[in-house]
């Protein structure tokens, strides 16, 4: 299989605003022992992320958001630079979704997605497909897993937020709360 990013400014990681799913956070958290709130913020859902609406919440208002990897000036804030390479700096627990890029699934075969910044094909072998054909698979069940927690997130806890006074309903202070509420082992 040929690697393209050893010859890439990583550049998916720069342009890129990474979506997190609930097992991403505990693979993260349980790897560096950081605070979620420490790498993650809300982004708004728009039309860029709207087949992510499924996985959407609300911190008050209307307005609907996703949970996204915060980011620095040159990227994803675990993009770190060592001498003249940047290398992720989370490898190890990177989410699913930055071990699947540039992939997609159609029919059980891997596929490059058309708008991939990669410099040059990543020429599959069989075996380099069913790596991320396993990758996709495992990205599938986190996400299934995340709509069932999220949706009781949605449903029970956030209403009861709303009750609370206004200083315990801030944007802040339940985006705290979710983040808490996505972290507790299940
Ligand atoms: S987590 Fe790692 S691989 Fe994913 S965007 Fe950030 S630096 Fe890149
Ligand atoms: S996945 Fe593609 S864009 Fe990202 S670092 Fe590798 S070669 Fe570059």
Redesign the pocket.
């Known amino acids: 299989m040929t690697i393209p990013c050893f010859a890439c400014q990583?550049s998916?990681?720069s342009a890129?605003s990474?979506l997190l799913n609930s097992r991403d956070i505990m693979r993260i958290k349980s790897h560096l022992g950081l605070s979620p709130s420490k790498f993650i913020s809300p982004v708004p859902l728009g039309h860029e992320n709207a087949s992510y609406e499924p996985y959407s919440f609300s911190l008050g208002d209307k307005k609907r958001f996703l949970l996204a990897?915060k980011m620095r000036k040159n990227g994803?804030i675990?993009?770190l630079k060592f001498k003249q390479e940047e290398r992720?700096?989370?490898?190890f627990a990177?989410?699913n979704v930055?071990r699947c890029y540039p992939f997609s699934f159609e029919h059980g075969h891997a596929q490059e997605v058309p708008e991939k910044l990669c410099p040059s094909s990543w020429e599959l072998t069989r075996k380099g497909e069913k790596q991320f054909g396993d990758c996709y698979a495992n990205m599938q069940t986190d996400y299934s897993a995340y709509k069932v927690r999220l949706d009781s997130w949605n449903s029970k806890i956030y209403p009861k937020l709303l009750k609370k006074t206004f200083k315990e309903r801030t944007p802040e202070r339940i985006f705290e709360n979710l983040l808490e509420y996505l972290s507790e082992e299940v």
């Open positions: 990583s998916c990681c890129y990474v990897m994803c675990f993009l992720c700096g989370v490898h990177r989410p930055c």
